[in-house]
């Protein structure tokens, strides 16, 4: 066989430019002095919310009843998660205390049936 019958031809690559054409572009827009829009239930409250809201639950009996209230009725989430987060606080503290108040009766009641 002969390879001179067989020689590469050197890669040309074929030119398939488009012409120009006027594209639809979108405008700039500036959202840098723009607040974001967001729905009502899921607006933040502000830091004195917070603490308002926590001085309310501090209340004796009637605390405990508006953060039950307040860890189901509201539209705002950030306000019922509070709530909820403060009741769950309160069980939490709860459930500690009954198992360190039920360790230390039995102790004593061990040290005084051994005396």
């Given at each position: 066989m002969?390879?001179?019958?067989?020689q590469q031809q050197p890669y040309q690559q074929q030119n398939y430019q488009?012409?120009?054409q006027q594209?639809?572009?979108q405008p700039a827009y500036n959202n840098y002095n723009q607040t974001p829009q967001i729905p009502d239930e899921y607006k933040p409250i502000s830091m004195w919310g917070y603490l308002g809201y926590e001085f309310l639950f501090c209340l004796p009996f009637v605390g405990f009843i508006i953060a039950v209230v307040m860890a189901f009725a509201p539209e705002n989430k950030n306000v019922k998660n509070f709530a909820r987060s403060y009741l769950l606080a309160i069980v939490i503290g709860v459930v500690l205390s009954l198992i360190i108040c039920t360790l230390f009766g039995a102790t004593i009641l061990a040290i005084l049936q051994s005396m």
């Open positions: 002969n390879n001179q019958n067989f488009q012409p120009y594209t639809y572009q």
